[in-house]
């Protein structure tokens, strides 16, 4: 902020330095202007009385004028002065004897003493030296330049307190927004990192550093969300395929088998134990980068062999789980369904999403379908199950919350959470809408491939 106001004064004061030299220099050049035409004027003149004073033998030298066409200047004054060769004033004639010493004895001299300009220059006739002069007075000196110096220095206290105005003003458009951003985000802290900043108060650039800041918060929130939540995720994750593999070990061992049983039972656990690695896996990346885009987490994969991986998961966890897949709102070009992601995370994400579907409805049957515009792909997944009472919607991305209709159904209301902390990894975007006995439709934004 000091630093801003420092700038603002060195701004000011160029700007005031720069409208000094811009009057000035209008000054000056209107000033030299106005004593050059006018000595011109007053060398005419001088001129003149050269001929009237010397009888006109200086025809010669001078240009031929006639007084009855010059018009008079103000207070205008002929003079003559014969001097000796040492300068010695023999007779005068209309010349003040204090300006004998300001006068070129050789040539010609033009001068200024007080309102009074004088032009004079040097003759000879007879082998005697004369001086002739004409003086008047500069009617624009002394009255439009006047008048021009006056209008010039309320033009320039008029610029200097423009100047200070359109500084203020502009501090204060600037500063203003740019300290309402501080005191919103000075206002976030750990217990509230859902909360973000108000992008359309925001114009231009600020609005740019308004979504930065928000993206940050997102990476921030998920990140510490992740973190805190990564042993009640490993626990919720890692309970199904575990029950798996200790009931599928519990039920070769309550009785004597064949061979060719107990491999399939052996089969069936190593799938199980596979799938147990993998969600372990997921969960440890996805505690150990939090929402950091990271070139080694993220590849090139197919929505849609996530979504029917994420099918099979769910079918596997309960066989009496129904999908029904839409699948005719695909792009004819493939390329298009390829999102910049972790497969494992994404069939993590959906399995979750596609199992809590079956699991409030009472007909077990989730709806899925996929569709692609330019860039990004949506997937909407749909029940006609129990729904959400509209008041607990903004809770449901709480860890541990549960709708206050889901009694006497299994659950600990760390899916939807898990879920979504994916989708925001991945740049996304989902949305909850839930009407209660109707059913609950979750929609989820994807950025395509193409789009990076």
Known sequence: MHNYNRKLIYLIAILIVYVSCFVGFIFYSI????FTDFYKRLDLRRNIAAEKFLNNQ????????SLDFIENLNNQHEFLVEFDQHGNILRSQGLHAELWDRINKTGTSNFKAGNQFYSTKYFTKDNKHYIVGASAENYFYT??????????????????????????????SFLKPILTMMKEVQEIGSENLDKRLDEDKYKGDLQDLALTFNGMLTRLETSFETQKNFISNA?????????????????????????????????KIIESAEHLEKKTRALLLLARTGFVNNST?????????????AELTV????DKFKIVTDFSLLPDDSMRLKINGNAILLQLALSNIISNACKYSSDRTAYIALGALDNK??????DKGIGIPSKELGHIYDPYFRASNTSGIDGYGIGLPLARNIIKLHGGILKVNSIVGEGTTVEIELPTYLRF
Not at 31 to 34: G, L, P, R, S
Not at 151 to 171: A, W
Not at 315 to 318: F, G, L, P, V
Not at 377 to 382: D, M, Q, R
């Open 143 to 172: 009255h439009h330049l006047r008048y021009l110096r006056n209008l010039l220095i309320i033009s320039f206290i008029l610029g200097v307190l423009f100047i200070l105005v359109v500084s203020v003003f502009m501090k204060r």
């Open 377 to 382: 792909v949506f997937i909407l997944i749909k």
């Open 31 to 34: 000033t030299n202007f106005a």
């Open 58 to 65: 200086l025809a010669n030298q001078t240009d031929q004028w």
């Open 315 to 318: 079918k596997a966890i309960n």
């Open 297 to 309: 987490m993220l590849n090139p994969v197919r929505i849609d062999q996530i979504i029917m991986d």
């Open 235 to 267: 626990s919720h994750e890692l309970n199904t395929p575990l029950t798996s593999i200790i009931g599928q070990a519990d039920l070769a061992l309550s009785k004597e088998r064949t061979k060719e049983e107990y491999q399939r039972t052996l089969l």
